[in-house]
């Protein structure tokens, strides 16, 4: 599917939900993509990426931005303390915020460099024991945590148990939200952005759709 055509669905999906198609943010998702299928995007005009990790994304993003300017960078994935660091210098999003230990680190880092990229905090909605998040229980806890860090929470971000209904995951993510003041949801991916839209997403994570199938090697 174009990049075009998922900007029309999405379009289509804010208008369905009484939305303005400007609350949504397109996340290319391009781990794992070849980089000619990444620049194909970039030049397209589309600014605003996601990864899932650190390394990738050092050896991916610093040519590009050399290349076609400023780019947003949204890091997707499970974030090591010892990576933290890099993460924020690359980084103007991490939307897997989710312990004390890193948040702590984050917090630190933030006051020695100066700047700190937005935050979302991980909920493991669908509570999977292989899965990172914070509980849905422990949800309220953190993000009061978090906040008492100074640090900057936009939001909270989900990623559905693979075999369940998605939209039940995430009216649940954004009733912990809508309780604790926080206007930003991520969710939503290739095969449920549209679901994910209709009940409050601002921010969907879309790859293969746009990029096509990952070849993992």
């Given at each position: 599917m174009s990049l075009e055509a998922i900007r029309d669905l999405i379009s289509k999906s804010c208008q369905k939900a009484g939305r303005a198609t400007d609350d949504v943010t397109l996340i290319a998702v391009s781990k794992v993509q070849p980089n000619e299928?990444?620049?194909?995007i970039l030049d397209q005009g589309h600014r605003i990426f996601g990864e899932n990790k650190v390394q990738e994304a050092a050896?991916?993003?610093p040519a590009f931005r050399e290349t076609y300017g400023k780019v947003d960078l949204h890091l997707i994935g499970?974030?090591?303390t010892n990576k933290a660091r890099q993460a924020m210098e690359l980084?103007?999003?991490i939307h897997t915020l989710d312990r004390p230990k890193l948040a702590n680190t984050i917090a630190r880092l933030a006051q020695e460099i100066g700047q700190c990229p937005d935050l979302f905090i991980?909920?493991?909605t669908g509570e999977e024991p292989q899965k990172a998040g914070c509980l849905p229980a422990d949800a309220d806890g953190f993000i009061q945590e978090a906040r008492a860090l100074d640090l900057p929470i936009?939001?909270?971000?989900?990623i559905p148990p693979a075999d369940e209904e998605p939209s039940l995951h995430f009216a649940l993510l954004g009733k912990i939200?809508?309780?604790n003041g926080l206007s930003g949801l991520s969710m939503g991916m290739s095969s449920d952005f549209?679901?994910?839209i209709a009940l409050g997403a601002t921010h969907v994570r879309v790859g293969s759709a746009i990029f096509g199938d990952r070849s993992y090697e």
């Open positions: 299928r990444v620049a194909a050896g991916k993003w499970p974030l090591q980084a103007q999003a991980q909920v493991n936009k939001g909270l971000m989900c939200a809508a309780r549209e679901s994910a």
